[in-house]
C-alpha cells in the first residue's frame, strides 16, 4: 500500500522511538515498536499487495489475483527488482489460460528481472518450455526444459516436465 522509500521510513523512525523508550526504561514499549519496525522492513522486502495476490492465486480466484495485482499503479516505482518479478511471473500465470504471447512476454521479463525461489524459476521456465513447445519451437522448449529440472531441486514438477517430454516426442 505505501511506497518502498516511506516502508523503510517509518521503520526507522520507528526504531529510533523505539530506542528512545528503551533508554527512559519502557523496555516493554520499546520491544514491541521494534516487532512493529519489524513488519515495515519485512513489508519492504516482501510487497503486501502481491502476497494477497498468491492467496488468491491459490484459491484459483484469477479475478481477485488481477484486482489485487491491478492496485499496483507503477511498478517500476514502487517495487524492489524481485518484486517486480513476481509481478510479472503472477501477470504471466493469469494471462497465460488465454493469451499465451503476453504470458510468453510476461515470463520473460519475470525471469530476466529476477525470481528468489528456485520453485519459481523452475515453474516459469516450465511455462516458457509449454508455450515454446504451443508455438512449435521444440528446440528451446527443450534447453528450457532441462533449465526446468536442474532448478526443481525439491522434485515438485518432475511429472509436469515428464508429461511434456511426452508431449514433445510426438511433435
Not at 517495487?79 to 504471447?101: A, D, E, P, R, W
Not at 528451446?140 to 516426442?169: P, Y
Request: cysteine-free; charged content about 25%.
Amino acid at each position: 500500500m505505501y511506497n518502498k522509500n516511506i516502508k523503510l521510513v517509518l521503520a526507522g523512525a520507528i526504531i529510533i522511538f523505539a530506542i528512545y523508550q528503551m533508554i527512559e526504561g519502557y523496555i516493554g514499549n520499546g520491544i514491541l515498536l521494534l516487532l512493529l519496525a519489524g513488519i515495515f522492513i519485512f513489508l519492504y522486502f516482501k510487497n503486501e499487495i502481491i502476497l494477497l495476490a498468491f492467496l488468491r492465486l491459490r484459491k484459483q480466484d484469477m479475478a481477485g489475483a488481477k484486482k489485487w495485482l491491478d492496485k499496483i499503479k507503477n511498478p517500476e516505482a514502487s517495487l524492489t527488482t524481485k518484486q517486480q518479478g513476481y509481478y510479472f511471473y503472477l501477470h504471466g500465470l493469469m494471462v497465460s489460460q488465454s493469451n499465451i504471447t503476453q504470458a510468453e512476454k510476461y515470463f520473460k521479463k519475470a525471469i530476466r528481472l529476477g525470481l528468489s525461489m528456485k520453485q519459481d524459476l523452475a515453474m516459469a521456465k516450465l511455462n516458457l518450455a509449454g508455450i515454446a513447445m504451443t508455438k512449435r519451437r521444440k528446440r528451446e522448449a527443450q534447453m528450457l526444459l532441462k533449465e526446468a529440472k536442474q532448478l526443481d531441486t525439491h522434485n515438485m514438477l518432475t511429472d509436469q516436465i515428464r508429461m511434456m517430454k511426452q508431449q514433445m516426442k510426438k511433435i
